[in-house]
């Protein structure tokens, strides 16, 4: 309930950002970012939870370039006016999605047993473009507890290729119903 409704107040703050006109959306978005990766430090989040701690030096701890007016730290100025903090994750990453959108490209996660080759990775690619109609950027994760194969995530999309998804395919085709 509360992760949706974080969603909805996040949306118009991402588009707004978006519309800027001018602005380079690949360093606002690592700004959004390093904002909301500071507020899940402890000492920052127990910071902006004191009422007492004026909005100013709140915004200066999320924004260390605050005293330059950038956008990012207006924008906490006016999360901090508005009691809405706690979004500032949310709106990082619908801008994230907005940014992408807007540019035609969609991230993938790929999990393997073994790290993937450059031909592997171009030929996944490839083919998640086909499928996707957009420039795929590919996030690459080995994980040692897969015995072989790829599992390859998109979205709400899941290709389970690893030999473990398909043990458990064939365990449950197998079982008596």
């Known amino acids: 309930m509360i992760r949706d409704q974080l969603a909805a107040i996040a949306r118009p703050y991402a588009r707004a950002l978006m519309a800027v006109p001018g ?4 360093a606002l978005l690592a700004s959004l970012e390093a ?5 899940s430090d402890p000492a920052i989040a127990a910071l902006a939870e004191n ?3 004026p ?8 924004v260390p370039d605050a005293a ?7 924008l906490i100025d006016l999360l901090l ?7 500032l994750p949310w709106i990082a990453k619908t801008f994230a999605a907005l940014k ?6 969609t991230r993938a996660t790929v999990t393997s047993a073994q790290p993937l080759s450059e031909s592997q990775r171009e030929r996944l690619r490839t083919a998640l473009a086909r499928r996707t109609g957009h420039t795929v950027e590919l996030v690459v994760e080995t994980d040692d507890r897969l015995l072989a194969g790829v599992i390859v995530q998109h979205g709400d999309m899941v290709f389970d290729g690893s030999i473990r998804g398909r043990l458990a395919a064939l365990a449950h085709a197998l079982s008596p119903i």
Do not use: F, M, Y
């Open 81 to 87: 006016k508005n009691d809405r903090l706690a979004a």
């Open 55 to 62: 909005r100013a030096r709140l915004t200066a701890a999320l």
């Open 68 to 74: 330059d007016q950038s956008l990012v730290a207006r």
């Open 100 to 105: 992408d959108e807007a540019e035609n490209r």
């Open 35 to 39: 904002a909301a990766q500071a507020l």
């Open 51 to 53: 009422p007492g701690i």
């Open 23 to 26: 602005s380079d959306r690949a």
